[in-house]
């Protein structure tokens, strides 16, 4: 079981949302919104309003959520006579922070360190990118980043077909670019917009099967957030004014556009380094955040047995189990993956801090715009998650 602490997180009040004016997504992204799907089927054009609503909002959280980060360089303030709100919202900041990625600022008056640093240098270039300020690359790329809505827009080019960017129409296998040339010499590649992949055993498919089982994806190397149908038929935005106390933790953290967007940014802005290096990231400033293999409350990793694939009964095992690893998502497994069992005395942000969905949910719950959590009440421990696990019986 989680401690009394973590069991107050899930007891929540709420403090005001205010709407924010819109953000101009297409500025740093390439995103289709006027393409019919005869055009390109990858054009996110019926759902537009949409992801501009959600775009919206997860700017407005991760604004909020960078300021709050920056609090925490400062001293805990002081109680004004009644006024306590500044303190508070101090407080939660730094709670939250430990209770999803190990890190406490407080804990025995230490100042941010290089935990704390790699957090914050994930929030802002996404904050900095959402605000329309800048969007670099990821990598060296003369390609814009850009959002596509769904994969039937790629089309599989076979070795022998003409690339549809060389100027000659030479086949694939031989394109003037070297680079294609020696990675697609046998397979063929799927395309689309100046991209090139190859996927194992998908060369000869009607549709690239990038979005099986997934939300959202993001490939870092090519510059891309995909945003897979099922996340498309999803609510856009929390609506935060119908948010109660005694809200489930994982229900503000569920199907909802604007969260998926805020984990695929993790993916996409805490990426650093050359992903094209064997075995990246390998060098001192290399990073890439990901899906990790979710642990139990004694950090022995999780698989998923045969017959149960929606996880809700996994297991540990050894690392050689042939059955499937169950990821670390929601609340709980990433409150796990960064503290552990309740009476560990060291937390393990190394082992969070390229989680994607502890940024994802760290913004979400600790954002001034949102639900704000009393951790001053005791007891309200979070009975059910979205997926239906509750927490009593999470494997031990």
């Known amino acids: 079981m989680f401690p009394t602490w ?14 924010v004016d819109g953000l101009n997504i297409q500025g740093p992204w390439d995103i289709d919104f006027t393409s019919e799907p005869a055009e390109d089927m990858n054009t996110c054009k019926y759902y537009k309003h949409k992801i501009e609503q959600a775009y919206d909002q997860v700017g407005e959280i991760v604004t909020s959520t960078l ?21 508070d919202l101090w407080d939660l900041s730094d709670r939250t922070l430990q209770a999803f990625f190990g890190i406490s600022v407080n804990h025995a008056h230490a100042r941010p360190g290089i935990w704390w640093e ?10 900095m990118t959402l605000q329309g300020k ?13 959002i596509a809505c769904g994969t039937k827009g790629w089309r599989y080019i076979a070795p022998d077909k003409p690339d549809p960017e060389d100027p000659e129409g030479k086949p694939l296998r031989e394109t003037k670019d070297p680079k294609k040339a020696s990675l697609f010499k046998d397979t063929g590649a799927w395309y689309w917009k100046h991209r090139y992949l190859w996927i194992p055993g998908q060369s000869n498919e009607n549709e690239l099967k990038l979005c099986t089982g997934a939300r959202g994806i993001t490939l870092v ?12 038929g999803e609510q856009a935005t929390l609506d935060w004014m119908k948010v ?58 999780l698989y998923v047995p045969p017959g149960n694939p929606d996880g809700s009964t996994p297991h540990p095992g ?15 497994y990433i409150m796990w993956l960064a503290n552990g069992h309740p009476r560990a005395t060291q937390p393990m942000p190394e082992l969070v801090i390229n989680a994607a969905d502890a940024y994802a949910i ?4 600790t954002n001034g715009t949102g639900p704000r959590m009393d951790l001053q009440i005791g007891g309200g421990e979070v009975t059910k998650t979205s997926s239906d696990l509750s927490l009593s019986n999470l494997p031990s």
């Open 67 to 87: 300021s709050n980060l920056e609090q925490l360089r400062m001293d805990r303030p002081e109680a004004e006579g009644t006024i306590t709100f500044a303190r």
């Open 244 to 301: 109660t106390q005694g809200t489930h933790l994982d229900d503000l953290t569920g199907n909802i556009m604007s969260y998926n967007l805020l984990h695929e940014f993790a993916h996409f802005f805490g990426a650093r380094g050359n992903p094209s290096l064997p075995g990246w990231p390998n060098g001192d400033n290399d990073r890439i955040v990901i899906d990790p293999q979710a642990v139990n409350f004694n950090r022995q990793p």
């Open 362 to 365: 760290y913004a979400s719950l």
């Open 118 to 127: 790699k957090v914050h240098e994930v929030f802002e270039p996404m904050d």
């Open 318 to 332: 050894p690392e050689d189990n042939p059955n499937k690893i169950l990821l670390a998502y929601g609340v709980p």
């Open 221 to 232: 190397q090519e510059d891309l957030i995909t945003i897979c149908d099922t996340a498309l």
């Open 134 to 146: 800048v969007n670099h690359a990821r990598y060296e790329s003369t390609i814009k980043p850009a």
């Open 6 to 19: 973590w069991a107050a997180l899930g007891v929540l009040s709420l403090v005001g949302f205010s709407e």
